[in-house]
């Protein structure tokens, strides 16, 4: 079992930065794909970035050239470094780990970007 922590999200004016963290415990983190995902008031939940176990990235076009993906995996925590932050980006983000036939969750952390 696999339990994911966010925390790092609040308010931020537009063009400013967070960064997001999720914390993985009870399980070995490295082997877990780990993706961020967000979910808009009245939207579906999108998947914004992803990173394998070994380390490969991809992102929402959304969210290209502005948000970063990275994993420690000795500390068992991901991170989403989000910069140029618009208003569109205010959302409730989640932390995902894939692997084994398995998907966990966090219980999200929210971001509102707003002057």
């Known amino acids: 079992q696999v339990q994911l922590v966010e925390s790092g999200g609040g308010l931020m004016q537009p063009g400013g930065s967070l960064r997001l963290s999720c914390v993985a415990s009870g399980s070995i983190f490295s082997i877990y794909a780990m993706g961020w995902y967000r979910q808009a008031p009245g939207k579906q939940r999108e998947l914004v970035a992803s990173?394998?176990?070994?380390?490969?990235?991809s992102y929402s076009d959304s969210v290209k050239g502005r948000f970063t993906i990275s994993r420690d995996n000795a500390k068992n925590t991901g991170y989403l470094q989000m910069g140029s932050l618009k208003p569109e980006d205010t959302a409730v983000y989640y932390c995902?780990?894939?692997?084994?036939?398995?998907?966990?969750w966090g219980q999200g952390t929210q971001v509102t970007v707003s002057s």
């Open positions: 990173i394998t176990s070994s380390g490969s990235t």
């Open positions: 995902n780990l894939k692997g084994l036939g398995r998907d966990y």
